[in-house]
């Protein structure tokens, strides 16, 4: 893949900036970032565009991650492309929540650029 | 400002979220038999110390009894403030000087920020979320019957935080870079 475009969705746009730094460190160099601060502005985004990767925050105003995700999947926004959870929720529970939602991949905050690149890289590369 | 209003909207959070699991699955969950694990302090320095690692690249140096602003004069200060709700309803508190925050805000996103701004607020609101998030899941069983409010951050320079007779209340006071920092968690219910 020669391009990634990557769509980050958090009301922080300083997590945003953080997340995008890790994919960076990650080995991602020819990504093309895009940002939402909400899960809705993130379906408005994903109306015009193709994108590769979502991650996405959980604990959102107005519309959560979860949220965001199962529209995801409703609207057929995204087909085939992988969606990670970034959150401060840790719990079993959550992860059970995210992946029925229609989530691959789980980061919980905080996080090392090592441990993005772990979980993003596998799930760019499914067969490595 | 009262701390109650912020529980109530972590509370609403976690109904969102539906993730009271032993509740749906009818079973009564408590952590009233637990309330020396909640209130461990070595669980908040060891948040405290895993987040600033993780976030910023170094740990604090715990130093109970200094004075997070100085006293007697009229030093800006940010709080932020993160609500617990579930079977645990409180909030977890951030505070610093004004010139302590934009130096870890500059730490953390790697920008040249050089006075108090909505990136400085921003940074320092997902500081307390992460040692919200990192506090309560060290804490069996508070992880997934507890949710957390969205950060709100105040700035100024005459504010104070009141807190209507918590259950319990555990403050500690860390130095970093020159300066000093505070986090308290404060329950006012636990079920």
Same mark, same amino acid.
């Given at each position: 893949?020669?391009?990634?475009?990557?769509?980050?969705?958090?009301?922080?746009? =300083?997590?945003?900036?953080?997340?995008?730094?890790?994919? +960076?460190?990650?080995?991602?160099?020819?990504?093309?970032?895009?940002?939402?601060?909400?899960?809705?502005?993130?379906?408005?985004?994903?109306?015009?565009?193709? =994108?590769?990767?979502?991650?996405?925050?959980? #604990?959102?105003?107005?519309?959560?991650?979860?949220?965001? =995700?199962?529209?995801?999947?409703?609207? #057929?926004?995204?087909?085939?492309?992988?969606?990670?959870?970034?959150?401060?929720?840790?719990?079993?529970?959550?992860? +059970?929540?995210?992946?029925?939602?229609?989530?691959?991949?789980?980061?919980?905050?905080?996080?090392?650029?090592?441990?993005?690149?772990?979980? =993003?890289?596998?799930?760019? #590369?499914?067969? +490595? | 400002?009262?701390?109650?209003?912020?529980?109530?909207?972590?509370?609403?959070?976690?109904?969102?979220?539906?993730?009271?699991?032993?509740?749906?699955? !009818?079973?009564?969950?408590?952590?009233?038999?637990?309330?020396?694990?909640?209130?461990?302090?070595?669980?908040?320095?060891?948040?405290?110390?895993?987040?600033?690692?993780?976030?910023?690249?170094?740990?604090?140096?715990?130093?109970?009894?200094?004075?997070?602003?100085?006293?007697?004069?009229?030093?800006?200060?940010?709080?932020?403030?993160?609500?617990? !709700?579930?079977?645990?309803?409180?909030?977890?508190?951030?505070?610093?000087?004004?010139?302590?925050?934009?130096?870890?805000?500059?730490?953390? *996103?790697?920008?040249?920020?050089?006075?108090?701004?909505? *990136?400085?607020?921003?940074?320092?609101?997902?500081?307390?979320?992460?040692?919200?998030?990192?506090?309560?899941?060290?804490?069996?069983?508070?992880?997934?019957?507890?949710?957390?409010?969205?950060?709100?951050?105040?700035?100024?320079?005459? &504010?104070?935080?009141?807190?209507?007779?918590?259950?319990?209340?555990?403050?500690?006071? &860390?130095? &970093?870079? !020159?300066?000093?920092?505070?986090?308290?968690?404060?329950?006012?219910?636990?079920?």
């Amino acid at each position: 893949m020669s391009e990634i475009q990557a769509l980050i969705v958090d009301d922080s746009s =300083v997590m945003r900036k953080i997340v995008e730094r890790a994919l +960076r460190q990650a080995g991602l160099e020819s990504l093309v970032v895009h940002e939402a601060g909400s899960g809705v502005e993130g379906l408005e985004l994903l109306k015009g565009r193709k =994108v590769h990767l979502i991650l996405s925050d959980i #604990n959102m105003p107005s519309m959560d991650g979860l949220e965001f =995700v199962r529209q995801i999947q409703m609207q #057929n926004l995204a087909p085939g492309v992988p969606v990670v959870m970034i959150t401060t929720e840790s719990s079993e529970e959550h992860v +059970r929540q995210a992946i029925q939602a229609g989530a691959q991949g789980y980061i919980r905050k905080p996080f090392t650029a090592e441990q993005v690149k772990e979980r =993003v890289v596998s799930l760019l #590369n499914p067969g +490595r | 400002m009262l701390l109650r209003g912020v529980g109530a909207s972590a509370i609403q959070a976690q109904r969102v979220h539906g993730e009271r699991a032993d509740m749906e699955a !009818g079973m009564a969950f408590s952590l009233r038999d637990s309330l020396h694990l909640v209130s461990e302090p070595r669980n908040l320095d060891a948040s405290v110390e895993e987040v600033f690692r993780m976030m910023l690249g170094e740990g604090p140096e715990r130093v109970d009894g200094e004075s997070v602003v100085p006293v007697g004069r009229e030093s800006e200060s940010v709080t932020a403030v993160v609500g617990f !709700g579930g079977v645990l309803s409180g909030a977890c508190v951030f505070r610093s000087s004004a010139a302590l925050a934009v130096k870890i805000a500059a730490q953390m *996103t790697g920008m040249d920020i050089r006075c108090m701004d909505d *990136t400085v607020k921003d940074a320092i609101g997902e500081i307390c979320n992460m040692l919200a998030g990192a506090w309560k899941g060290k804490v069996p069983g508070l992880s997934a019957n507890c949710g957390l409010s969205v950060p709100a951050v105040i700035s100024g320079r005459d &504010y104070s935080l009141h807190v209507q007779s918590p259950e319990f209340q555990l403050e500690h006071i &860390y130095r &970093y870079h !020159g300066g000093s920092f505070a986090v308290t968690i404060v329950c006012d219910n636990l079920l």
